[in-house]
């Protein structure tokens, strides 16, 4: 016998989702600075597809062994800038399991000269490269690597240029 029946279910409140805009204003906790991403820049071509990607790929440093994990993240991407917001880690649904680290692979079309790329995390640090993207040179560089200038922020990312990882079209010589 229930003890009291509901007449209508109970409401759950929504956790707070804090905009990119807060988050830049927020100023984070004094902490030690650690390492924890590690942010990667490449060019991939999508045979299926046919279309040529800017890629920025982003993973976690430490590794995961029981579960596969992806890097949540929200993207604002203004005319040079591109805000990419941390949101935390999502679980992937899949059978095999394999030691690895969590990873996101954001995917960008028709990036052109220099973007300033701004690794935000929830507690407000920030991390900043500038990067100059060139598909007809088939280069990238990197401009600048910084901590900008606000109240205990710290380095918790690494950015790189992976020019290993660059895949392009590949064009038929025709006889």
Do not use: W
Request: hydrophobic share 35%; proline share 5%.
């Amino acid at each position: 016998m229930p003890l009291k029946k509901p007449n209508e279910i109970p409401k759950i409140p929504k956790t707070r989702k804090k905009s990119i805009s807060a988050l830049k204003k927020a100023i984070p906790l004094k902490i030690k600075s650690e390492i924890e991403f590690e942010v990667r820049f490449f060019f991939k071509y999508d045979e299926t597809i046919h279309k040529q990607y800017y890629v920025i790929f982003i993973n976690t440093v430490k590794e995961f062994s029981y579960l596969n994990y992806e890097v949540a993240v929200e993207v604002e991407h203004t005319k040079d800038v591109i805000d990419i917001s941390l949101q935390g880690l999502n679980m992937k649904h899949s059978y095999l399991v394999e030691p690895r680290s969590a990873y996101k692979e954001l995917l960008f079309e028709e990036l052109y000269g220099n973007h300033t790329i701004n690794l935000i995390k929830q507690d407000g640090s920030i991390n900043t490269a500038v990067v100059n993207f060139n598909i007809f040179r088939k280069e990238m560089k990197m401009i600048s690597d910084k901590v900008p200038p606000k109240r205990n922020n710290s380095r918790f990312c690494k950015f790189t240029i992976e020019e290993e990882m660059f895949t392009f079209e590949k064009h038929e010589v025709k006889r």
